[in-house]
């Protein structure tokens, strides 16, 4: 039977899964929802550097290697599978399994769904709770992490599209809504973007937090997989 849940936007789907992870008691601490940061934080939709780029391979491709280092249900792991596999039927790029490559990504159920930014030269982990975690929109939002990607409303041109009603955000919340010094390869705000989060994401009265404009009533943060626009910003960072 179809988990009702599935056809939820990501946002949400992330918003449920890691509302019960708590820093204070040692669990893993979060910026902007679901991004692990580093000393190295890089500040990119595409990267501004080469450095956060999985390095493309003489034949044209992109590599990344993967392990799954938690015993998934023969049903989860198809879906995992099937989003690992969403990359290469539209890009240069290739989730391969890890044979004894030094860089490569290690999904494991943990607490919550969460990543890195970008290719950081060693293991790193995406984790990908068994419990809330296990959708096909959530799995492309957490791997478009690992290849350098932040969130649609963190853009540099967020404001130009997105107004922020930050009287509805909750307080310990408003920096998830930072912009970031993106480079955009000349593509637009995307509302329909896998990384673009709901009308409410963050919100501590059930109010929204995000109002596009000039059309206040347009869809936007309802994304169940990549858009057209992800996948042409994919493929003009890695140029592919």
């Keep these: 039977m179809e988990d009702p849940l599935s056809h939820l936007p990501v946002g949400e789907l992330i918003e449920r899964a890691n509302s019960k992870i708590n820093p204070a008691s040692g669990e893993t601490v979060l910026t902007e929802g679901d991004i692990v940061p580093t000393r190295n934080w890089k500040n990119a939709d595409p990267c501004t550097s080469t450095g956060c780029k999985w390095p493309k391979s003489p034949d044209g491709n992109v590599y990344v290697p993967y392990l799954i280092s938690y015993p998934y249900s023969a049903t989860q792991m198809q879906v995992i599978q099937k989003a690992l596999d969403s990359f290469s039927t539209v890009s ?135 858009s057209q626009n992800d996948i042409t910003r994919l493929k003009l960072l890695y140029q592919c």
């Design 92 to 226: 240069c790029i290739h989730f391969i399994p890890r044979t004894n490559q030094k860089a490569y990504i290690n999904i494991k159920s943990i607490n919550g769904c969460w990543s890195l930014i970008g290719h950081t030269g060693s293991m790193q982990t995406v984790s990908l709770a068994q419990y809330g975690c296990i959708y096909h929109q959530i799995i492309q939002h957490e791997l478009l992490h690992v290849l350098g990607f932040h969130h649609e409303q963190s853009r540099s041109d967020r404001d130009k599209y997105i107004q922020v009603a930050w009287e509805n955000v909750s307080d310990d919340m408003k920096g998830n809504f930072n912009i970031k010094r993106t480079l955009n390869r000349g593509t637009s705000y995307d509302y329909n973007s896998v990384m673009q989060y709901q009308r409410t994401a963050f919100s501590k009265n059930g109010l929204p937090t995000m109002i596009p404009f000039p059309d206040p009533n347009v869809a936007f943060g309802q994304a169940t997989e990549m």
